[in-house]
T-cell receptor, first 116, second 110 residues
Framework: NAGVTQTPKFQVLKTGQSMTLQCAQD?????MSWYRQDPGMGLRLIHY???????DQGEVPNGYNVSRSTTEDFPLRLLSAAPSQTSVYFC???????????????FGNGTRLTVT | GEDVEQSLFLSVREGDSSVINCTYT??????LYWYKQEPGAGLQLLTY?????DMKQDQRLTVLLNKKDKHLSLRIADTQTGDSAIYFC??????????FGAGTRLFVKA
């Protein structure tokens, strides 16, 4: 049981490049989400999904796209990377459609992205 | 909007108790969580408390909730060097969004 798997672990991009951060979970979780972690700011929600085919915006969605074609995968796309997107990105999932005490968030190990 | 605040650093000696504090603004918060992040890893759920509880104890961990003041604390008894990590307070009103604080980095001195 791998849990939540994120790839790559590290990535360096030049301004304007595009890339996709991958997230996969093997726990049959309904809910998946992307957070970014910046020093002194905690985790901020980028996008989330409550099931295949359903996505919605979080607190900081600009510059990011997501899709949820399967229950297992929830990729995060940066169409034109900017230095402000330098951060650590975490994917998290939960069993229920809404995280709760019986269905807390499970996190991947993160992707450290640097945009120069 | 909803906000969760916590101090950024705490340093304690090994064997002492650690108390990490958190305040939140959403009065409709239903679940309050403590997550632990070790270097290079994602966040792991440590414990949670439901909003109608005042206290929850789980081995060395004690969570206290003052709902009137919207104040949450995590006490770690007999703190060990392995407890060195970043601790995140988080709240959810049962919806689709969990709001996290900035994290408190706990340093444990041997």
């Amino acid at each position: 049981n791998a849990g939540v798997t994120q790839t790559p672990k590290f990535q360096v991009l030049k301004t304007g490049q595009s890339m996709t951060l991958q997230c996969a979970q093997d726990m049959n979780h309904e809910y998946m989400s992307w957070y970014r972690q910046d020093p002194g700011m905690g985790l901020r929600l980028i996008h989330y999904s409550v099931g295949a085919g359903i996505t919605d915006q979080g607190e900081v969605p600009n510059g990011y796209n997501v899709s949820r074609s399967t229950t297992e995968d929830f990729p995060l796309r940066l169409l034109s990377a900017a230095p402000s997107q330098t951060s650590v990105y975490f994917c998290a999932s939960s069993y229920a459609r809404a995280p709760s005490r019986n269905s807390p968030l499970h996190f991947g190990n993160g992707t450290r992205l640097t945009v120069t | 909007g909803e906000d969760v605040e916590q101090s950024l650093f705490l340093s304690v000696r090994e064997g002492d108790s650690s108390v990490i504090n958190c305040t939140y603004t959403d009065s409709s918060s239903t679940y309050l969580y403590w997550y632990k992040q070790e270097p290079g890893a994602g966040l792991q759920l440590l414990t949670y408390i439901f909003s109608n509880m005042d206290m929850k104890q789980d081995q060395r961990l004690t969570v206290l909730l003052n709902k009137k003041d919207k104040h949450l604390s995590l006490r770690i008894a007999d703190t060990q060097t392995g407890d060195s990590a970043i601790y995140f307070c988080a709240e959810s009103s049962g919806g689709f969004k969990t709001i996290f604080g900035a994290g408190t980095r706990l340093f444990v001195k041997a």
